[in-house]
């Protein structure tokens, strides 16, 4: 054998192993982190301690309001240690948050909600601190935010009026729940012809 081959076997049997996994990325709702299935097996995966993960993020999102999802990065240090960062709300869960709605559009066309651009703006101030949007301007950000907006049926308008917009959310109200019972009945009347 020569000795570069002995040498590269000394080698591998004298050097750790080094990984280095992909971060995990998770959405978890403030204050809420448990060890519980499906963060409790990711974490330990990883080998990182849960409990004391779940302690670390319930702290850091004490002064949010429970339950907001929020997408973290986590990266695992050779050392079982962990760099954990908690980014802001995602665009869809603010945007329906300034509308006013729990859901997008259920329909191709349909108008789920209405926002100002003071909305949007304030939403774009908040997401240009998330480290991924950090090169972006606002105006660039601005822009993202309509696209989402378009295609969570929300239309971004100069200003509304109040009376009109509590008239269109109830209107709306009313067009979702005889949607949801028409997709109830041929549900049923599918059922009907499958037994």
């Known amino acids: 054998m020569s000795k570069v081959g002995v040498k590269g076997k000394l080698m591998k049997k004298v050097l750790p192993k080094?990984?280095?996994?992909?971060?995990?990325?998770?959405?978890?709702?403030?204050?809420?982190?448990?060890?519980?299935?499906?963060?409790?097996?990711?974490?330990?995966?990883?080998?990182?301690?849960?409990?004391?993960?779940?302690?670390?993020?319930?702290?850091?999102?004490?002064?949010?309001?429970?339950?907001?999802?929020?997408?973290?990065?986590?990266?695992?240090?050779?050392?079982?240690?962990?760099?954990?960062?908690?980014?802001?709300?995602?665009?869809?869960?603010?945007?329906?948050?300034?509308?006013?709605?729990?859901?997008?559009?259920?329909c191709k066309g349909e108008v789920a909600g209405k926002i100002t651009f003071k909305h949007l703006y304030e939403i774009a101030c908040i997401k240009a601190q998330d480290p991924p949007l950090a090169l972006l301007t606002l105006e660039q950000i601005c822009k993202m935010l309509i696209g989402v907006a378009r295609t969570c049926g929300i239309k971004v308008e100069r200003t509304l009026d109040p009376e009109e917009y509590a008239a269109f959310m109830k209107q709306r109200e009313e067009n979702v729940q005889k949607l949801l019972e028409e997709m109830q009945a041929s549900k049923e009347a599918k059922l009907l012809r499958t037994a």
């Open 18 to 106: 080094v990984s280095h996994p992909k971060k995990l990325q998770v959405t978890i709702p403030a204050g809420l982190a448990n060890a519980k299935p499906p963060l409790g097996s990711q974490l330990g995966q990883r080998n990182i301690n849960v409990a004391n993960f779940c302690k670390d993020f319930n702290t850091r999102t004490a002064d949010i309001k429970e339950g907001v999802p929020l997408p973290c990065r986590v990266k695992v240090k050779a050392d079982g240690t962990y760099d954990l960062v908690i980014h802001s709300p995602p665009a869809t869960f603010l945007l329906k948050q300034a509308a006013g709605i729990v859901k997008g559009k259920m």
